[in-house]
């Protein structure tokens, strides 16, 4: 890290709302140099007075303070803001009538970061805090830049994104105790600036590209608004039948090794089961009897069903005729094929003419009893005769090789011995846009 940038920085804030209000005074609480900027003249006058132009709760006094010492201060127009080391983008973006983003006031900003960088003989970083799409960092930002400087990031400056993920109310506290501090990055130097900047927050430090740092901040929002969605649909069917939906939630958030926690938050294959589609289907009956709405709960299931339908056209888009599947039952480590997904897949592969392999090394013929054989003879005898002993005879036969779940030891397998023209589709692994190229009913940029 350059000597100049130990200790204290000079930092811009562009943008003095509710995030960039708190950024700008906290920074200059920890010893940076802050200058804030916005076009609102009211919101400048009341910086300059010590009074925060939003409520939130212990501002007032750490404004107050940082005005005094001289360690912020705020101005009107752009061109002043000049002198620093980092830029923080914290305009707002705001929806538009159609839903994407009206990136108005980041355009205004970003021309006039541009022209500062491209007379700047010193290296620079320019951080988007404001919320935007993953896309509109390499559609938008980048090129924005890329055309005022004269040159991309890299070299001559830096560049990244710094989510935040303060609420309104608390934002002091979200800022100064977050769960960590995700950065980013556009390179590696990028990231080391902003850290550097941040040190003085308790919390650690997390590195990821920009758009999927920014992709962190919608997962995070879309979540949390679904909790709230789902929370309530739970009170109104609790609510027709005369239960007490605090008690009911209040029961449920005690379990933080499933339902509050990681499980189920990984991206993969559909759900399946003995358990969730059926009871999915039973809140739902419930709740078309006593006339409530649910269509958070009536959309899981649209949604899962979706799902599927998508992975079937990747294969079908392949337009390979052999097909390896591994993995039948509805997850690893068990025999359960009621309701799986992957069965599913398999009869709408077979009703499209594909023919099919399937391995599973938990799912033999010889070995199943009880109701899982019972189920294979009644409902799918035609897949049951689709099932292979050994992984190596599905290698053999695909073209291309469905991955439902599989252990290490067939990974190597597949590994070691499936060919470079053969396709795999492995849904323990990120999906990747190639693949959704493959579906002719999506559109890929």
Known sequence: MPERWVGKMKVAVFGLGYVGSVTAALLAQQGHDVIGIDVDESKVDMIRRGIPPVLEPGLDEILTSVVENGSLVAESQLERANDWDVA??????????????????MNGVLAQIGEQLHRADTYRVVAIRSTVLPEAIHEIIVPRLTESVGAAPGEAYGLATVPEFLREGSSVQDFMQPPF??????????????????????????????????????????????????????????????????????????DEKLNVSRRYLRPGFAFGGSCLPKDLRALNYRARQTNQPTPVLRATLESNRSYLDRCVEMVLGTDRQRIGVVGLAFKSGTDDLRESPMIGMVEALIGKGKEIAIYDADV?????????????????????????????????HAEVLVLAHADQVIRSRIEAEFGGQQLILDFDEPLSREWLRYSNNVKVV
């Open 88 to 105: 923080l983008v914290c305009v707002g973006t705001p929806s538009s009538p159609a839903g994407d983003i009206d990136f108005a006031a």
């Open 364 to 396: 033999r013929l010889s070995q199943l009893k009880g109701k899982n054989l019972e189920y294979i003879q009644r409902h799918i005898p035609h897949v049951a005769g689709l099932l292979c002993d050994k992984i190596e005879d599905v290698i053999a």
């Open 181 to 254: 501090t995700l950065i980013g990055q556009y390179d590696q130097r990028s990231g080391d600036v902003i850290e550097q900047l941040l040190q003085f927050v308790p919390a650690p430090f997390v590195r990821a590209g920009m758009a999927e740092a920014m992709m962190v901040k919608y997962a995070s929002n879309c979540y949390h608004a679904l909790k709230v969605a789902f929370a309530n649909e739970i009170q109104l069917l609790c609510a027709a039948d005369g239960l007490d939906s605090h008690q009911v939630m209040d029961i449920f958030c005690m």
